[in-house]
């Protein structure tokens, strides 16, 4: 039996999404799926094969239970008190992109493939988005 390898320049498809009132892990793990490729019979687990995911109204994501308040993202610059932590409530105000971002990416493998397939990841706080020249699909997503 012969190994089978997807062709490195696969045709790409765009997918848009709407976070309005979605949990995010259920989200990011949806996005993260179709970012790897996994979604297609072709899926490769060393050649970058997936889609561009477009993330509209990031800034509507649901949380779970209190979250909001006791879920910290954190930044330690490497100084004594260079510990800096922002709650994921404050962090909806100030940068609403980022929760997304971050669960997506947490998903996605840590290695340079993981980096390639997360550039493909493009998240708006808002319901406009520069991309309609692609003319992205909705995103069918499984909850």
Do not use: C
Request: charged share 25%.
């Amino acid at each position: 039996m012969d190994t089978y390898t997807a062709p490195a320049n696969a045709e790409r498809s765009w997918y848009i999404v709407d976070a309005t009132d979605r949990p995010l892990g259920r989200l990011a793990s949806d996005i993260a799926r179709v970012l790897r490729g996994k979604h297609r019979p072709t899926f490769t687990t060393n050649i970058d094969t997936g889609d561009f995911v477009i993330v509209i109204n990031a800034e509507k994501v649901a949380l779970t239970g209190s979250k909001l308040t006791k879920k910290f993202y954190y930044a330690y610059s490497g100084h004594i008190g260079g510990l800096r932590k922002r709650a994921v409530g404050d962090m909806l105000k100030h940068k609403p992109e980022f929760p997304v971002e971050k669960a997506v990416k947490g998903m996605l493998p840590h290695n340079s493939l993981g980096r390639a397939q997360g550039l493909k990841l493009k998240v708006y706080a808002g319901a406009e988005h520069p991309h309609a020249a692609q003319q992205p699909v909705a995103l069918p997503l499984q909850f």
